[in-house]
């Protein structure tokens, strides 16, 4: 069965580094998007992804982030200069062009920032 | 500007037994409702929906029921099994095609 695959699983960076996220949605799917949860809390959407470029973002999604979609394939979430509260949990997801929000989520990449 | 709320933080339910999970809306302009299910260091797993122009949906052991007046959303899980214990997320989509979800309730079904 496809599935969205996530790397990696854990990174643990320094205060004020550049981290970039990957993943690699389902093949056939055109619309992606990056979710967060800090420990203990909710899921949080950060940014939707279609056509390659952004159609919604939050406002946690500030300048420090982007996202890209260099090679058509693997979808890159950067944060430019890491803080401590953006330790979390990064969720990658994917899904049809179809208006059902049944999407499909990867396992998951950690970040922990010191 | 909590738009979807899941005011139980957990439940414990004997196995065998109905497992009634609850959520609540502010925004009436969402689309479709989902239930998500999460593990430990697992990404949410798309459980069952419901279209707004419904009021039931049933899979299997789930049904998920949606009140439009109360703007209430439940999901009904019977017989429930020890491979429920999970947390389960409400969610709601609307043009945007995002999901907005709602904290979590912690399921355990007691063998």
């Known amino acids: 069965e496809p599935e969205v695959t996530q790397t990696p699983s854990h990174q643990v960076t320094q205060m004020g580094q550049e981290v970039i996220l990957r993943c690699v949605p389902i093949?056939?799917?055109?619309?992606f998007y990056w979710y967060r949860q800090i420990l203990g809390q909710k899921v949080e959407f950060l940014v939707s992804?279609?056509?390659?470029?952004?159609?919604?973002k939050s406002e946690i999604f500030d300048d420090q982030f982007s996202v890209e979609r260099p090679d058509g394939s693997n979808f890159t979430l950067k944060i430019r200069s890491t803080k401590l509260e953006d330790s979390a949990m990064y969720f990658c997801?994917?899904?049809?062009?179809?208006?059902?929000?049944?999407?499909?989520f990867g396992e998951g990449s950690r970040l922990t920032v010191l | 500007d909590q738009q979807v709320k899941q005011n139980s933080p957990s439940l414990s339910v004997q196995e065998g037994r109905i497992s009634i999970l609850n959520c609540d809306y502010t925004?009436?302009?969402?689309?479709?409702f989902l239930w998500y299910k999460k593990y430990p260091a697992e990404g949410p797993t798309f459980l069952i929906s419901?279209?707004?122009?419904?009021d039931k949906n049933e899979d299997g052991r789930f049904t998920v029921f949606l009140n439009k007046s109360a703007k209430h959303l439940s999901l009904h899980i019977v017989p429930s099994q020890p491979g429920d214990s999970a947390v389960y997320f409400c969610?709601?989509?609307?043009?945007?095609?995002?999901?907005?979800f709602g904290s979590g309730t912690q399921l355990t079904v007691l063998p």
């Open positions: 419901i279209s707004s122009i419904k």
């Open positions: 969610g709601s989509s609307g043009s945007a095609r995002q999901l907005t």
């Open positions: 093949s056939n799917h055109l619309y």
């Open positions: 992804f279609y056509n390659n470029e952004i159609s919604e």
């Open positions: 925004n009436s302009m969402f689309d479709y």
């Open positions: 997801a994917s899904t049809e062009e179809r208006n059902t929000g049944e999407l499909f």
